[in-house]
């Protein structure tokens, strides 16, 4: 089943272009308004006073707001159209970033986390689907393009590991310094949802409706248990994933890394994010089944363990590196899951489904990982339960085969 795209702007903008252009939709959701928070837990929680249990928290305030978020995207696309609902909520996003730079209190800032996860699945959800559809239209590379989109969370974490250390040493002698980080990144997310309106306006909102599509608008959900193994893994995945991503910056820091070393290795990591775009393409497209989420559950896994089992910085690197150019194609493996095996009619659902998914397993992630590293062992320990959330997610995912061609 195929989608015709009828704007007529659409057809006049290289398809590479636009995907780029919606990139910034991850960048926006996921780099900065969730990853950029990895620079700033250390000298918020030296300047709070706060726990790991309460710093891995925000994580877990900030993931709650996305499953609220992700709950309702469907309801508000059908609504308000899926561009409008990416554009609004990437200008949310950038508000309740700049909140967080106004407030000390732990429930305060709990809640600007909260909201802003929830402004963060509009776009992240909405900007998938309006990638799955660009792939549609360009199907020979749909799995390049759907990498471009989910890579551009590496655009947002670059941007957060050039942007926060500056503007932390520039702000030290300031009280709650940190605040003009929170500040700066509201501003840059703020100039990303400028190129979000553009791509908005340069595709449709919606595919023209085919008699084959229309004839599925009303069948029945899809069947959980139809891709229940890959939604084990999944879960797995955004537990263990965001654990790392949480943490990894103040185990560096317990290990004596420099301001420098900091940026040089989120700046790395965030790069290869951008890079894995092309690097999974390939794999995306030729597998249909859980097959793409295992191997790279597997290779996080490894990813995460490396700095607790050698301090060195060459070590550091590797896996800074070896995560960036992974996790995101997780991510990627199961739009291109529900791509391959359901109609253009049911991509929304599905991708909500997984989405769904994924903010149940950053619930728990970052909150049970500090909670962990608070006791015995440290972050180390943590970090360690994370590799293993991987591994387990990435054995469940490889029994997940490809659905029947025909709607469930």
């Known amino acids: 089943m195929s989608i015709t795209l009828t704007s007529s702007a659409a057809p006049a903008q290289p398809t590479l272009r636009l995907a780029f252009a919606l990139s910034m939709g991850a960048a926006v959701s996921l780099g900065i308004t969730r990853f950029a928070y990895a620079l700033l837990l250390p000298p918020m929680r030296a300047d709070l006073g706060w726990s790991y249990a309460l710093a891995g928290g925000m994580n877990t305030a900030n993931a709650v707001g996305y499953l609220v978020g992700?709950?309702?995207?469907?309801?508000?696309?059908?609504?308000?159209g899926t561009t409008r609902l990416l554009v609004v909520g990437a200008v949310l996003a950038s508000v309740f970033m700049a909140g967080s730079g106004f407030v000390t209190d732990a429930p305060?800032?709990?809640?600007?986390?909260?909201?802003?996860?929830?402004?963060?699945?509009?776009?992240?959800?909405?900007?998938?689907?309006?990638?799955?559809?660009?792939?549609?239209?360009?199907s020979s590379r749909g799995g390049l393009l759907l990498g471009i989109y989910y890579g551009g969370t590496g655009f947002g974490i670059l941007l957060s590991a050039l942007l926060v250390p500056q503007v932390l040493r520039a702000a030290s002698g300031v009280p709650h310094g940190w605040a003009w980080a929170w500040w700066a990144l509201a501003l840059a997310s703020a100039a990303a949802t400028c190129l979000l309106a553009w791509a908005g306006r340069a595709m449709p909102d919606r595919p023209a409706p085919t008699a084959a599509a229309a004839s599925t608008d009303t069948?029945?959900?899809?069947?959980?248990?139809?891709?229940?193994?890959?939604?084990?893994?999944?879960?797995?995945?955004?537990?263990?994933?965001?654990?790392?991503?949480?943490?990894?910056?103040?185990?560096l820091r317990e290990q004596g890394a420099s301001a420098s070393f900091v940026t040089l290795f989120y700046s790395l990591l965030g790069i290869a994010c951008v890079a894995s775009s092309r690097l999974w393409a390939g794999?995306?497209?030729?597998?249909?089944g859980g097959q793409p989420q295992a191997l790279l559950n597997g290779l996080l896994g490894v990813a995460t363990l490396l700095p607790v089992l050698s301090a060195s910085a060459p070590v550091a690197l590797v896996s800074g590196v070896l995560f960036g150019g992974v996790f995101l194609s997780v991510v990627a493996s199961t739009t291109a899951l529900v791509r391959h095996n359901l109609p253009p009619s049911r991509?929304?659902?599905?991708?909500?489904?997984?989405?769904i998914i994924f903010a149940l397993g950053q619930i728990v992630g970052p909150t049970v990982t500090g909670w962990?590293?608070?006791?015995?062992?440290?972050?180390?320990?943590?970090?360690?339960?994370?590799?293993?959330a991987l591994w387990?997610?990435?054995?469940?995912?490889?029994?997940?085969?490809?659905?029947?061609?025909?709607?469930?």
């Open 70 to 80: 992700a709950l309702i995207t469907p309801m508000l696309m059908r609504r308000f």
């Open 108 to 138: 305060a800032l709990l809640l600007q986390r909260l909201l802003a996860g929830v402004a963060s699945a509009w776009v992240f959800v909405a900007g998938g689907l309006l990638a799955a559809r660009l792939g549609e239209a360009g």
């Open 219 to 251: 069948a029945p959900p899809v069947a959980l248990h139809r891709f229940g193994w890959a939604l084990a893994g999944y879960a797995l995945f955004g537990m263990g994933y965001i654990g790392y991503m949480t943490f990894v910056i103040a185990l």
């Open 283 to 288: 794999l995306l497209d030729r597998y249909r």
């Open 347 to 355: 991509w929304a659902q599905g991708i909500s489904m997984f989405t």
């Open 372 to 388: 962990i590293s608070d006791g015995p062992g440290g972050l180390a320990r943590g970090l360690v339960a994370s590799a293993m």
């Open 392 to 408: 387990l997610g990435a054995v469940l995912a490889s029994r997940q085969h490809s659905l029947s061609q025909e709607t469930p």
